[in-house]
């Protein structure tokens, strides 16, 4: 059974940083895009940043750009959300995905595994 654990999440201060990580098991992921998404109350889910399947290509939503770094660790089968400068606006949760495309993208219907999801709570 293919499953998708993130962790990291918690309450900071504005200007703090979170590391999230997004470990899978079940089947490898290397080669294969990954993305984390977020979900705010009252908001739709928001895509965040997706890395493809060999790291060497990323892409950001406008939102996070300068601020947020993806990345990931094949031997691991984990991606990681690197977080800086956070806003209250951060404030979500934040959901790790994965695909069978080498390539992702901002879509979240092409993403076919999904994390349960952890929380991200940023304080003014």
């Known amino acids: 059974q293919v499953q998708l654990v993130e962790s990291g999440g918690g309450l900071v201060q504005a200007g703090g940083s979170l590391r999230l990580s997004c470990a899978a098991s079940?089947?490898?992921?290397?080669?294969?895009?990954m993305a984390w998404f977020r979900h705010a109350p009252g908001r739709e889910r928001e895509f965040v940043a997706v890395?493809?399947?060999?790291?060497?290509?990323?892409y950001y939503a406008d939102s996070v750009k300068g601020r947020f770094t993806i990345s990931r660790d094949n031997a691991k089968n984990t991606q990681y959300l690197q977080m800086n400068s956070l806003e209250p606006e951060d404030t979500a949760v934040y959901y790790c995905?994965?695909?069978?495309?080498?390539?992702?993208?901002?879509?979240?219907?092409?993403?076919?595994?999904w994390g349960q999801g952890t929380q991200v709570t940023v304080s003014s």
């Open positions: 890395i493809s399947g060999t790291g060497r290509t990323t």
């Open positions: 995905a994965a695909s069978d495309l080498v390539f992702g993208s901002k879509d979240a219907g092409g993403y076919a595994y």
């Open positions: 079940g089947r490898t992921f290397s080669g294969k895009a």
